[in-house]
């Protein structure tokens, strides 16, 4: 099997651990162990004197009945049968494409979007055809969508809201895609990590308004929690029964400790929401205040979500430029290209403060330099 690079994975594999200010991932700042245990009063001494006479055997393989019962309470719809614990959100993006594209098959992609969703495919053999979002507001253009979808039109993948662009749609959009797919019975694969943390719109998940809908999602953007590697999948019960069998194939369990921790995740994720919130709302209206004094930068702004795509006023090819602006200044961006988009850099604001202020601040800098 042949499969592209993946570029922003390989790009961050190389660089992200060479960079001082890190502006460049599209996380919510990382929860540390201990803050987690105070949402619910505790400490992490408490965490694991409770863990310590576990025994670290393989736990639950589909995840634990209390995280699926927590997953399930995301959705209108969903109860905990419809759940599988995946690895991050990537393990469930995987296990839909492996479980049901076959060479031969057509799927439709938006583009940008996280590699995975049309990569994958092409290398299972499908043919892939791309409708490409407006640059003006990378919003999806409906008819455009229509016209590739052909009547054996397999899946169409999407991610919403949009990993690099940060842009969304509302329920009424979903809605036309879904009728869309119903005309050809089609899936549809959506990766919603990055739902967006407003009150503003209406945002509906997939398998909220659509039988053959499709949805992934992880603890590691909206929830702050990369570094455990739990996410999910969601689907109709049929479509959860045939990836339970894919699923043995890819990932046995989570994990005893993760399976835990993610558990005290999702009893608080009222309070981490509300500080997430905060976080989103604060970055974003610094990035505004640069972007608006940078000559050099536009921006569409992102539907308070944790992921921005800038749109860089330069010369130079973007990947070298984010090289050479990390290596000068220490400042990590990852570039276009690198989401088969050139001249723009994914922005990830959602970092420390001051790590966001002294990254633009020097981006600012280095960017009169070189113009």
């Known amino acids: 099997m042949d499969i592209a690079n993946f570029g922003v994975e390989e790009w961050l594999n190389n660089w992200e651990k060479k960079a001082t200010y890190d502006i460049a991932q599209s996380s919510i700042e990382a929860l540390t162990l201990e803050e987690i245990m105070a949402f619910s009063g505790q400490t992490s001494t408490d965490f694991f004197e409770g863990m310590s006479q576990q025994p670290l055997d393989y736990g ?40 049901l594209i076959e060479s031969g098959d057509h799927v439709v992609s938006m583009h940008p979007t996280y590699q995975q969703l049309y990569d994958l495919p092409k290398a299972f053999g499908a043919e892939v055809d791309f409708v490409e979002l407006n640059p003006t507001d990378w919003q999806l253009d409906l008819a455009a969508l229509k016209a590739k979808v052909r009547p054996e039109t397999k ?4 991610n919403n809201a949009n990993n690099p662009t940060g842009t969304l749609f509302d329920q009424e959009q979903l809605q036309q895609i879904v009728a869309i797919a119903k005309a050809v019975d089609a899936y549809v694969l959506v990766d919603e990590v990055y739902a967006p943390l407003t009150e503003e719109g209406t945002f509906c998940s997939i398998v909220d308004c659509y039988e053959k809908g499709i949805a992934t999602n992880s603890l590691s953007k909206t929830y702050s929690v990369p570094g455990i590697r739990i996410g999910w999948i969601v689907a109709n019960e ?16 989570g994990g005893v400790i993760a399976d ?39 921006l569409v702004i992102p539907q308070s979500v944790s992921t921005s795509f800038i749109q860089l006023k330069i010369q130079q090819e973007d990947d070298q430029f984010c090289i050479d602006l990390l290596k ?44």
């Open 328 to 371: 000068e200044t220490g400042v990590l961006l990852v570039p276009g290209s690198a989401f088969g988009v050139a001249g723009h850099a994914r922005l990830g604001y959602c970092c420390k403060k001051e790590t966001l202020e002294t990254g633009l601040r020097l981006l600012s800098d280095y960017l009169k330099k070189v113009s």
């Open 155 to 158: 899946m169409i993948c999407l």
């Open 60 to 99: 639950w393989i589909e995840g634990s009945q209390r995280f699926k019962e927590l997953v399930a309470t995301l959705y209108q719809q969903m109860t905990a049968a419809n759940i599988l614990q995946t690895n991050g959100a990537t393990g469930a993006n995987f296990l839909a494409l492996f479980a």
């Open 238 to 253: 049929e479509l959860t029964e045939h990836f339970r069998k894919y699923r043995d194939y890819t990932m046995i369990c």
């Open 260 to 298: 835990e921790l993610a558990i005290q995740v999702l009893e608080n994720r009222e309070q981490i929401i509300a500080r997430n919130k905060k976080i989103v709302a604060e970055n974003l209206a610094i990035v505004k205040q640069w972007v608006d004094q940078e000559p050099n930068v536009e």
